[in-house]
DNA sequence: ATGAAAGCGCTAACAC
DNA sequence: GTGTTAGCGCTTTCAT
């Protein structure tokens, strides 16, 4: 394990270290002949550059961090895929911190990127958290947050998402459409951004067919399927509802096992609808409608707004807004044979 | 974002830096007072400490790679959950690599990792790997590195995996049993450890029960849903199996589709099995029976044995193999009715 | 075109 | 107990 440095380098090609680390950054004022020199022998010592000092020395680390809730869910998968790509063509490094929906959790990483360990970070909110001063302190401290789906309103940053609103209010219209009368809705944290667009699309969407809503046909899910299901089947026994609108694919698929479990059939009896990034939706049974996000693009996008504002130190990340479209893909779950 | 450094902590303090730095570190010959007026004020100013200072000075940076050929993949989903908890337990930081399945990346990852970003790696084999020269020199620099699924047998250390053999050859014999009579086996590149000994247990399982095989009854999928169905299909138009053995779940996916195609209906003219950890398996339709990997345990495990290792310098780790069980776990798709 | 030297923030000998 | 000091490996003025 000895170490290949600029020093050994230098030492190697009667050079200074200074002119070693110029030729190596392709600095103007070394010659063409030194540079070639430089990297010849860079190359076949296999010499890479000590990342620590470099960041220490340029308070750089080519380093961001992803901090979300979890990663066993297909859209944070996708946003993964979409954010490493372009950290890979721009060169830089992705640490993951996954909160697990864990208040505390997210707290502890936000305190973590005080450091200098990563340049920028791209969050996406724990249904747990309700203050937002972790977040207000890394912005104040000039780090560059980008949210993405699951956002933070009270910061100014950039935040990219989806129509939640809209397409909550469009799935429920669908469902309506269909046939049914009593929709209920599997909600998502209401503490969360998405968890409260998509809810209240769904209410206007009742509200403007004039059918009747109330919280005891809202089941708020909480991401434990043993309790999800037990809330879900104690509504279903009370509401008897014809409808699901489920604001993620884990809380549809709940319901197909309470449907299961209660001898109801889908969609005969009660028709399902839900967001979800699963590629084989249409292999389930029934085959799930589905308000699908374009995950892969939000992670891209969101990742290379915020490289692109770390190469230019510049202005800060603008207080923008860019909303993706999702699209309803209709299967059998809400067919109304 | 002016700093907190050890250095300000000292002069607000009228003490030396190493005194700060001592007492930080809650070394035995610093005072009782001067510790806690340390703490104090350091957790008064948020002080963190840089951490590219220190990696730089220890030579150790808290930090591990994981290199995987993909993420969209609930095998790989789950290991990193694993992975990430015993880092969060740990306090030591996750890198994330995606290879996409590509040597050439594989290869430059790797060649990032010799500059003490990390202080060891968890590996998974690209499927276009053939060379592994590049994990030999990891290896030879002394960096740590354990394999876990995709293993690499050439190189001596730790490696984590399942009873790849025995699981193929009891889902082969499974299927068998059923009443198949002439299985295809969708494989995985057969440049992988775990390609070849899913496909020797086919072998074998079909041999000793005196059932006829050949190449022309094995897809070698390339990870490409169009091309991969394209071959497939070709497959059952020449061959007609009345079985499948699937490697990986997307390719049991792929056959669905397929079957779906052709009007074949499972498990009626073809039975279905494949390794997968997918969680709602039991709401495919029909349902399918699976191989079911512990991949969560898989990744603690690897992380763990890493971290162990990293903590107690000295010896490197052993060339061991530690080999989970995987569980069959019959469903539908290849019920014998 | 090249080199000397300072210093990024921290740690760890080694004084005192 | 506390302070002084010498680096870790690199970048970056500023001389030459």
């Known amino acids: 394990m000895e170490p290949v440095n600029i020093k050994k380098l230098a030492q190697l090609l009667n050079l200074s270290i200074a002119t070693v680390s110029k030729a190596l950054r392709d600095s103007y004022d070394i010659s063409k002949e030194t540079k070639e020199k430089v990297v010849a022998l860079a ?21 961001i961090a992803v901090i979300i809730p979890e990663i066993a869910n297909n859209y944070f998968t996708l946003a993964i895929n979409g954010i490493e790509s372009v950290a890979q063509e721009k060169g830089y490094h992705v640490l993951i911190y996954l909160t697990h ?36 302190n890394l912005r104040d401290k000039g780090l560059p947050i980008v949210f993405f789906d699951r956002v933070c309103d009270e910061i100014d940053t950039l935040k990219v998402t989806t129509d939640d609103f809209e397409s909550s209010y469009l799935a429920t219209k669908h469902l309506i459409g269909q046939g049914c009368k009593k929709i209920t809705h599997f909600a998502i944290s209401s503490k969360l951004s998405i968890g409260n667009k998509r809810k209240r699309g769904y209410l206007q969407a009742m509200a403007d067919h004039h059918l009747p809503v109330s919280d005891s046909l809202i089941v708020e899910c909480i991401n434990d399927d043993d309790r999800d299901i037990e809330m879900i089947e104690e509504l279903f026994r009370r509401e008897k509802p014809d409808g699901i609108f489920a604001a993620v694919e884990r ?26 990034n699963l590629r084989i939706a249409s ?55």
């Open 101 to 136: 929906e864990d208040y505390k959790r997210e707290v502890a990483f936000a305190r973590e990127l005080f450091n200098g360990r990563v340049d920028g970070a791209l969050i996406s909110v724990a249904g747990t958290t309700t203050d937002y001063t972790h977040f207000k």
């Open 43 to 63: 190359n076949e010592l296999n010499y890479q550059p000590n990342p620590h000092a470099s960041s220490l020395r340029k308070h750089k680390s080519k380093t």
């Open 251 to 276: 809380y549809a698929m709940d319901g197909y096992e309470v449907c299961s479990r209660l001898n109801l059939r889908i969609p005969q009896d009660v028709k399902v609808l839900s967001f979800s």
């Open 283 to 337: 292999f389930l049974n029934p085959s799930l409608t589905t308000i699908t996000q374009p995950a892969f693009d939000i992670g891209k996008e969101a990742a290379a707004r915020l490289l692109n504002n770390l190469e230019k130190k510049h202005a800060p990340l603008a207080n923008e807004s860019i909303v993706f479209k999702s699209s309803l893909i209709q299967r059998a779950s809400t067919s109304s044979i």
